[in-house]
Each structure stands twice: as structure tokens, then as C-alpha cells.
């Protein structure tokens, strides 16, 4: 247990201040025990993975941050058993060893099995809800928590959502996975033709990822896509169009507030530009292009980024 511990190495953004504690989890066991003992002290818990997709306020974090490093992973037959703390990428490099096809889109993914699955991260058309069979998972109850076991329709997913992210007493300790046989060669391909798209779509600068969700195409949507831009609609695929769409034709690539800055790149992205920026920059750009999405569209964006500590 650390205490004042810099949160912002450990996060993509590289923004933020100290967790009051600090812990480092390595099994199952360890994170049952830390959320045990906190929940006796009284100190509020977040569950950190890979440091993607959140935003940490610039005061840090009044109770106790459990960083999950519990890496392991089994492979039988073509279910993967991952727990949360291994990383998506690696995941993904494991099973295109094993010839085992299904995870190719995340490879490049900044994030872990246990986040991955409580945002039901995807990319490219896929989503990580449609390899889960099942999630064991820390259920807690007043100052106890127990092992759980949840089915893949007790999950809860839908896009970016699952019922992890709504119900705080439920913790992610591993998942297993179902894929498919796949030849080395072919995944391999595959793998290289996203991380190719990944690079030459993504800005470089630190940023938490995507800022917002993409938007569901409903009638009425379809009917602003238009006025907007009938040039729009090309890019609607599967039902949603991208947030970065209307950040872009609302002519807010580039917008800067602090050190925060809308990206020159990939409008769906808010990157860190220099040292001076802090974690509300970021909120206070979030929220100015939320306003004039909506006061020029009447389109309502919604965060794809987690605040913690606020």
C-alpha cells in the first residue's frame, strides 16, 4: 500500500493528481482483500487498468486506487481465460499464436480484459461482447464481497455499456473469451491492417481515446445528417455515425482550451498539447463542444470517457 501516488504515469492521458492510496493487486485474492479493507475504513474505490478512456481531476483521488496486474491467462481449445489486468493487446498477440481468429480489431487497443469489459470496448464493427461467455467478477455487499459468475446476457452489454459500468459493486476479476480457429497467417494480416488504419487515423499526442460515443442513426438524426451535410450519410455505418463527424463540420478541429486541445487528426479526440494542460482543460473543452454540437445540430453528444475524482 502507497499513499500520495502520482495516478497520471498510469493513465494514457498523463493527467491528473495522487491517489490518497495506492495499491497494486497481483491475484484475485489481493483485490477481494483491498476492496474488503476499504470498505472497512470507509474509503471510497476505483478499480484502474490500463489507464485508457479515463480522466482523472487534477486534486487525484480521495480513497484507494486498486491498479489490477492480475496477468494471467489459459487457453483451452479455443476459449481464452484472461484476468482483467492483462492487456487487450497482448490477449489478442496470445490467441494469434494459437491460431485463434476474433480479437484482431483490438489490437493496438490501449486498455485491458477488465476494462474492455466493463466498456464493452470495440472497433472496426466488433465488440468484446461478442467473444464473452462469461465474467467472474467481485460482487459486493455492505463490507463483504464475494465471487461471482455472470453469463454473457447477465452482462448487460449494449454499445459502450455494460452493467459494470452502472452497477459500482460489481468488480471485473477475469473473462473468458470464445474464438474461432483461424490460420497464423491470415490473423496476422488482419492484425497489420488495423494497426495500419490505427495509425494513420490516430493522433499521436496523449489522450484518453475516443471523447464520445458514436451516435445511434435514428430517422430524425438521418434528417440533421442531411441538413447538415448531404455528404453525411457515407458515413453512417451499422446504424451510428461518428461524434467526430459533427465536431469536425461544427469546425472544432483545432479549438483549444489550456493546454487541451481538440485534434487536428480525428476531431473525436481531445489530446494533451503541452505541459501545461490539466484535467480541467479537458472537462471545460468536453463541455464547450457538447454545447455547440448541440446549440448548431441539436445533436446530443455523449462522454465515452470515465471521470474520476470529480
Not at 491492417?193 to 464520445?212: L, Q, V
Not at 454545447?291 to 470529480?310: S, T
Amino acid at each position: 500500500m502507497q499513499e500520495n501516488m502520482p495516478l497520471a504515469p498510469y493513465t494514457t492521458y498523463k493527467l491528473g493528481g495522487p491517489a490518497r492510496y495506492f495499491f497494486s493487486a497481483n491475484t484475485a485474492e489481493e483485490i477481494k482483500r483491498a476492496v474488503e479493507v476499504a470498505k472497512e475504513l470507509n474509503l471510497p474505490i476505483f478499480i484502474l487498468g490500463g489507464g485508457s478512456n479515463i480522466l482523472i481531476n487534477d486534486d487525484g483521488f480521495k480513497g484507494l486506487v486498486i491498479k489490477t496486474e492480475n496477468k494471467q491467462l489459459e487457453i483451452s481449445g479455443k476459449v481464452i481465460k484472461a484476468g482483467a489486468g492483462i492487456f487487450l493487446g497482448l490477449a489478442v498477440l496470445h490467441a494469434w499464436q494459437n491460431n485463434l481468429s476474433g480479437l484482431e480489431w483490438a489490437i493496438g487497443v490501449p486498455g485491458t480484459i477488465g476494462g474492455a469489459v466493463r466498456g464493452n470496448a470495440g472497433a472496426f464493427g466488433a465488440s468484446i461482447s461478442d467473444n464473452v461467455i462469461s465474467v467472474h467478477a467481485l460482487k459486493i455487499t455492505g463490507k463483504q464481497a464475494e465471487v461471482i459468475t455472470l453469463t454473457k446476457e447477465q452482462c448487460g452489454f449494449d454499445y459502450r455499456e455494460s452493467i459494470f459500468k452502472k452497477d459500482n459493486d460489481l468488480i471485473i476479476l477475469s473473462a473468458e473469451l470464445k474464438l474461432n480457429s483461424g490460420a497464423g497467417a491470415e490473423i496476422k494480416k488482419q492484425m497489420l491492417e488495423f494497426i495500419n488504419k490505427r495509425c494513420s487515423g490516430h493522433p499521436k499526442f496523449p489522450s484518453a481515446g475516443c471523447s464520445f460515443k458514436n451516435v445511434m442513426v435514428t430517422d430524425e438524426i438521418r434528417e440533421k445528417i442531411k441538413a447538415i451535410n448531404q455528404e453525411g450519410e457515407q458515413k453512417i455505418k451499422m446504424g451510428k455515425i461518428g461524434a467526430g463527424w459533427f465536431i469536425d463540420q461544427a469546425g472544432l478541429k483545432g479549438y483549444k482550451i489550456g493546454g487541451a486541445q481538440v485534434s487536428e487528426e480525428h476531431a473525436n479526440f481531445i489530446v494533451k498539447v503541452d505541459d501545461a494542460a490539466r484535467a480541467e482543460h479537458v472537462v471545460m473543452l468536453i463541455s464547450y463542444v457538447k454545447q455547440q454540437v448541440r446549440d448548431k445540430f441539436g445533436v446530443q453528444l455523449q462522454e465515452e470517457v470515465q471521470y474520476v475524482g470529480f
